[in-house]
């Protein structure tokens, strides 16, 4: 993400078992709430300069993260599994919230075009995570979500999830960010 909020998400899948890895990339507008917490957790982890993993290898191992700072002449980038550092963990929870959210859309593109039977499922474990504010930034995903709201070949409860979904992105009645 930049400094005006532009975020980029990308991730490698296998759509199936025994396909190749494909590489998926989303562009989208971060919050300004979103963007300005990032920002603010970055100064207070130090934009990640010092140590920044626990040290404890007592700890499960829940993925490498990464975090990059760079600003003008300021680079630093921290690998970590488990963080002491409250920034860091706020960011990590967030960062695993966007994405979280990002490979829905993903997720929900592929079934649209391939498994239309497969959206609904999809759609309502989507909006049970969005009200549990487990997902951040949905409206990163409000172009997939309007394509199958604007598709009349899907059920009628299939697009009314995902207006509802729009709607809780955009802040609208009915709806929250």
């Not at 930049?2 to 980029?8: E, N, P, S, Y």
């Not at 562009?27 to 140590?51: L, P, Q, V």
């Not at 980038?77 to 966007?98: D, G, H, I």
């Not at 474990?125 to 598709?151: C, F, H, T, W, Y």
Request: charged share 25%; hydrophobic share 35%.
């Amino acid at each position: 993400m930049d400094a005006h909020g532009h975020a980029t998400y990308e991730c490698a899948v296998k759509t199936e078992e025994d396909s190749d890895e494909q590489t998926y990339r989303m562009e989208f507008e971060m919050t300004a709430a979103n963007r300005d917490r990032i920002f603010e957790w970055a100064k207070e982890a130090k934009y990640f300069s010092g140590t920044v993993d626990s040290g404890n290898r007592k700890l499960a191992f829940t993925g490498a993260k990464i975090l990059s700072y760079q600003d003008g002449p300021r680079t630093a980038t921290a690998r970590y599994n488990y963080s002491n550092l409250e920034p860091v963990r706020q960011l990590t929870t967030l960062f695993q919230n966007v994405a979280g959210t990002l490979d829905y859309g993903r997720r929900l593109t592929y079934y649209h075009r391939y498994q239309k039977l497969a959206l609904d499922e999809e759609l309502k474990r989507m909006q049970e995570q969005a009200k549990n504010n487990e997902l951040s930034e949905i409206q990163g995903v409000a172009p997939v979500l309007q394509g199958i709201l604007e598709d009349s070949s899907v059920i009628n409860v299939v697009r009314a999830r995902a207006r509802e979904l729009i709607q809780m992105a955009s802040g609208t009645p009915g709806g929250r960010q």
